[in-house]
């Protein structure tokens, strides 16, 4: 089950207090905030106390998603939010650029994966961690959001909290400077 | 539309899928018939659209969630209980309205006897300092008979003690 296929039943089951439903949610759900957090704050137990924040306040404000619209802008905006919100914090606290943590490497793949698939994976994997490291939080939102989550512009817009222009620009300048550092410093 | 206002669009809603049928017939022929902005597509997908949205989706840690659970479980536990909210979570909501509802009524009603009481309690003591007024100018209304020079020397005897 992903976000798109909680139904507003289980959301009002959830509300009632039915720890079954929240589980359901969580685990159509928490995919999405954990692979956002992720790449936002590029730190495993940042991503992981991210999901464990959006959870708490999802469940204790459960009783006003009564339609799955408003739990689903909610959640996408919440995820992000928090997510840059420690990123924040995790940069003041150590005074340090967060780059991508390695352990992140040890991560749950999801799926059955094959030896050939790993390898792509792994190669593939170097280069996202190097282009999303490339990007100011806001302009790597709209990016993370946009190419890894599937979501269009209103919807990124509604997220962030933005007009879609403004989610327009900071696409396109984001690309503009990964164009600029894949071409020139030959990433691949 | 020139290779630059074309190479705008491509960059944006192009490769995501917010063009309208029209303007995406419109990118499409000029691509057809202009190579540089082609190899620009061409390199933008590759390079950078392609492998972001392959990049490999991670599974939160399954401990993850009895974490969750349980941080949440401990949140309630430290919450207060309130005794409404037991009835309340005990009965149909339709039996929760009639309680309230007779409990207004009820409410109302021991106003109303209440407010009755002290207004007989006030009206009793009213009539009970009128009869007394009426029995001092009663006492007042006797020095009437009393011829006036007796009167004044009453008065003076009280006054001067």
């Known amino acids: 089950m992903e976000i798109s296929d909680i139904s507003n039943e289980l959301l009002k089951s959830a509300a009632k207090g039915n720890m079954n439903a929240f589980e359901a949610i969580y685990k159509a759900s928490s995919g999405f905030v954990y692979n956002v957090a992720l790449r936002v704050t590029c730190d495993k137990e940042d991503a992981e106390e991210t999901v464990q924040e959006v959870f708490i306040k999802l469940f ?4 006003d998603f009564q339609f799955k619209s408003a739990f689903k802008t909610w959640i996408y905006r ?3 939010n928090t997510a840059l919100n420690l990123r924040k914090k995790a940069g003041s606290r150590a005074g340090r650029q967060v780059e991508f943590d390695e352990s992140i490497a040890n991560s749950e793949m999801s799926g059955e994966d094959n030896v050939e698939k790993i390898i792509t994976d792994n190669s593939n994997r170097e280069i996202v961690d190097k282009m999303i490291g490339m990007l100011s939080p806001d302009y790597r939102a709209c990016i993370v959001l946009r190419e890894m989550q599937g979501l269009s512009y209103e919807e990124i817009a509604k997220a962030l909290g933005l007009n879609i222009n403004t989610v327009r620009t900071r696409l396109k300048r984001a690309r503009e400077i990964l164009a600029k550092e894949v071409l020139v410093n030959e990433l691949q | 539309m020139n290779c630059n206002k074309i190479r705008d669009i491509i960059i944006t809603d192009y490769v995501d899928n917010e063009l309208d049928g029209r303007t995406r017939e419109e990118i499409e ?14 390199a933008l997908v590759s390079y950078i659209s392609e492998p ?10 399954v401990a993850l969630w009895y974490k969750v659970r349980s941080e949440i479980e401990r949140l309630e536990d430290e919450k207060p209980v309130f005794i409404g909210t037991i009835i309340s979570s005990l009965f149909p909501k339709w039996v929760n309205i009639a309680a309230m509802a007779s409990l207004v009524v009820i409410t109302s009603l021991a106003g109303n006897i209440l407010a009755h009481n002290i207004w007989v309690k006030a009206s009793q003591q009213s009539v009970a300092s ?22 004044a020397k009453i008065y003076s005897n009280i006054i001067g003690g």
């Open chain 1, 60 to 63: 204790e404000g459960l009783k």
């Open chain 1, 78 to 80: 919440v995820s992000v």
């Open chain 2, 29 to 42: 022929l000029h691509l057809s018939s202009c190579s540089a902005c082609r190899t620009f597509k061409a």
């Open chain 2, 130 to 151: 009128a009869s007394a007024e009426e029995s001092d100018s009663t006492a007042l209304g006797e020095l009437a008979d009393i011829p006036s020079e007796q009167v």
């Open chain 2, 52 to 61: 972001l949205r392959s990049a490999p989706v991670f599974t939160p840690p």
